[in-house]
Structures are given as C-alpha cells and as structure tokens.
Nanobody, 127 residues
Framework: AQGLVESGGGSVQAGGSLRLSCAAS????????VAWFRQAPGKEREGVAASNTDITGTYYADSVKGRFTISQDNAKTTVYLQMNSLKPEDTAMYYCAARNFICFSNSWSTGTDYNDWGQGTQVTVSS
C-alpha cells in the first residue's frame, strides 16, 4: 500500500467509541500486512492490531483484545480500527502502516518491518 492517510481520531470520554480509517492511494496487493500502531507522549510506539489483506489472520495487542477490531473494505483500500470501551490509557497518536509481506503472529508488531506509514491521527480519552 502507498499513500496511507488516517482519519477518525478525536476526543471521547472513557467508555466511548471511535472508528479510525486508513485509506491507501496506491495499489494494495493481497499479500500485505496492514497494522495500527500508537504512541503516547513519553512512551514507545506499540502495535495495536494487524491484519493480512487477504484476511487470513488478525492480531491484537493484549491491551486491546475484545475492545478493538481491525477490518478492511471489500476493495482492500481502506483499513478500519473500531475502538470500543475506550480507556484513558488508549490516549495516543495512532498510525497505520503497511508492509509487503504477510503478518506473522510473532512479528506483526515490529514497527521497523513496515515500509509505508500514515501521518497519524490523535485519539484522546478523558476519564
């Protein structure tokens, strides 16, 4: 994927929901891994969720399992992150990223493996 652009961030109260979108302007093949990462001030970047573009596997950080869902549109040009039951600790800049090989369960959250990144969208959750 190329030209990733995130949208959908904002400010919500704890317990609320947001849906982030990541649109790709370039061709998206069927064997890419697309992922969402986040970085809070003073903290390291962490992987949140990832999915193969052929939807053969989805992966989540333990901290968001059961609350966040990654999905794609049928054209495979937009990736979504549905975030429910948001917590103040979910506050961060969220980035989407893509790489030209599939996700693996033991490496999907390695940020340096991704070659395309969006500019980020801010999510702020207040208590």
């Amino acid at each position: 994927a190329q030209g990733l652009v995130e949208s959908g961030g904002g400010s919500v109260q704890a317990g609320g929901s947001l849906r982030l979108s990541c649109a790709a302007s370039g061709y998206t093949s069927s064997n890419e891994c697309v992922a969402w990462f986040r970085q809070a001030p003073g903290k390291e970047r962490e992987g949140v969720a990832a999915s193969n573009t052929d939807i053969t596997g989805t992966y989540y950080a333990d901290s968001v399992k059961g609350r966040f869902t990654i999905s794609q549109d049928n054209a495979k040009t937009t990736v979504y992150l549905q975030m429910n039951s948001l917590k103040p600790e979910d506050t961060a800049m969220y980035y989407c990223a893509a790489r030209n090989f599939i996700c693996f369960s033991n490496s999907w959250s390695t940020g340096t493996d991704y070659n395309d990144w969006g500019q980020g969208t801010q999510v702020t959750v207040s208590s």
